[in-house]
């Protein structure tokens, strides 16, 4: 089909992708009213001792290998213990996240909760719960070859992250905008009725000499 023709297809039957977007932006809206707020509280952990700064692929294996070790049911059930919250540790394993940055030899650990103070005390927790016990696993080591992870700061203020009104209304639209003109396309394609002159030229290829008129019952 020439690109006039969806042109007039668009100018024709328009209502079709508008009321197709709305519905798709109410079902959006829908959606992020029925989804349990999450908030995100960070703390980020420092490694020092025995590593080869010059290589940053080695550096980055140590921070992977203490992230692992950040998410095991050792940590978690510690971490629910001190806090006395009752979750159990895959349910707190499940909140928990790492982020591995090796230039600036860092181990960022994110916890998302549904209350914003309980992340906080969680992302607090986990950071003190690995810090013991990397000190622990290091007390028999030499000196020159222990590997030091330190809670670098407090843990941030947590953020709302979900759900991203705004943004999860927006994709809504589109896909049902993108939905109206599928539909539309459609149904101009199975459509083959002959209410004007243009619409037989268009299908015949020939062009119109006369038309009967419509007798008027008036």
């Known amino acids: 089909m020439p690109l006039q023709e969806y042109t007039r297809v668009l100018r024709e ?11 798709a932006s109410a079902v959006g809206v829908a959606f992020a009213s029925s989804q349990t707020p999450v908030y995100r509280s960070s703390v980020r952990l420092e490694m020092s001792g025995n590593v080869d700064y ?12 203490v992230g692992a070790h950040v998410r095991t049911g050792g940590v978690a059930e510690e971490v629910d213990r001190r806090l006395r919250l009752g979750l159990g540790a895959d349910a707190i394993l499940g909140k928990i996240r790492t982020q ?8 960022q650990v994110d916890v998302d909760d549904s209350d914003p103070r309980r992340s906080e005390q969680l992302a607090a927790a986990v950071g003190a719960v690995t810090q013991e016990r ?8 030499p000196a020159e070859r222990q590997i030091n992870v330190t809670v670098l700061d407090r843990p941030s203020p947590a953020l709302f992250v979900w759900p991203q009104t705004r943004s999860i209304v927006t994709a ?15 149904l101009e394609y199975i459509d ?5 002159d243009a619409d037989a030229e268009r299908y015949l290829g020939l062009p119109v000499l006369g038309m009967i008129p419509v007798e008027s019952r008036r």
């Open 13 to 23: 039957r328009w209502w079709i992708v508008v009321i197709s977007a709305l519905f």
């Open 134 to 141: 990397q000190v622990q696993a290091m007390a028999m080591e």
């Open 100 to 107: 591995v940055f090796a230039d600036s030899l860092l181990l």
């Open 54 to 65: 010059s290589q940053v692929l080695a550096v980055e294996k140590v921070l992977r290998q």
């Open 192 to 196: 083959d009725s002959v209410e004007s």
């Open 172 to 186: 809504s639209a589109l896909m049902g905008a993108l939905a109206g003109i599928v539909l539309l396309l459609l």
